[in-house]
Each structure stands twice: as structure tokens, then as C-alpha cells.
């Protein structure tokens, strides 16, 4: 029961930083003028906006239980965890890219703000694989007692 309030507190807070995020990445799309000369700092934050406003309609799809597209192509739910982590890599590289990186220097804000990003998806995760971890154990050991249970019964019968 505690994987279930736990997957829910999650849904419900990916919903609600999801947005956020989008709509900071946006407001820091407007409000700053220059790029890096050395990395596309801009870019990549028009992609992570892309990221959190494509996160933000798969959970609310999830929390309104209008999923039936994706069960019947699991496939693309693959692909958008691909996706994922592909945007995430790609962020990392603009980043931490190369020896004469400037970046950090010449726009904190995105810098900073990308840096964010990462963490938080770093965050979520390892919060995703905790409690699907939690899950497999339960599964687990709910079988081995109903497995105990029917042993039990079976010596009893005999």
C-alpha cells in the first residue's frame, strides 16, 4: 500500500514540477538575451521546456486515466523514456562540453538553470527506481507467503 501512496505523491508531483519547469524555462527563454559562444545554451533550454511540457501531458494523461493510447502501443511509451534520457544527455553535453566551456560565465542563469534540470531528473530517477525496487520486493515476498500458505495446507491435508 505504501508503493501506491508513494507512485501517487510521485504522479502528483511530477505533474506540478513539470509545469513549473516548462514555464521557467520559458520565462529564462525570454528574459535572457545572449547566448554562450561556446555552447547553445539557448537550445537546449527550448528542448528541456520541450521535455517538461511533454512530461507534464503524459502524467496529467496518467492522473486524468486517459492512457488507453499507450497501452495499446507500449512502444511508444519506450520511446519516450528514450527520449528522456536523450534530452538529458544532450543537455549534459552542452554543458560540460568540451575543454573551453564558458558557459558558466557567460550565462549563469541558463547554466544554472539547466544544472537544475539535471538534478531534478537525476532525482526522479532514483526516487522511479526506489520504488519500483520496493515494488519487486513486495511482489516478492507476497508470493513466497502465499507459496508458505499452500505448503502449509497441503501438509495438513496429508
Known sequence: MKVVKATK????VAILLSLVF?????????????????ANLKATTGLVFFLWSVVFVMMLLQAIKMTDCLKKCPKLLFGFYF?????????????????????????????????TNLILFYLIVSFGLATWGAYLCKVADAQEELTREAISEYKAEV
Open 22 to 38: 516548462a514555464l521557467t524555462s520559458i520565462i529564462l527563454l525570454c528574459v535572457c538575451d545572449n547566448d554562450s559562444p561556446t
Open 9 to 12: 505523491c510521485f504522479r502528483q
Open 83 to 115: 527520449f528522456i534520457c536523450g534530452c538529458m544527455f544532450f543537455v549534459q553535453l552542452e554543458i560540460w562540453g568540451g575543454v573551453n566551456n564558458t558557459s558558466r560565465t557567460d550565462v549563469p542563469a541558463l547554466y544554472w538553470w539547466l544544472v
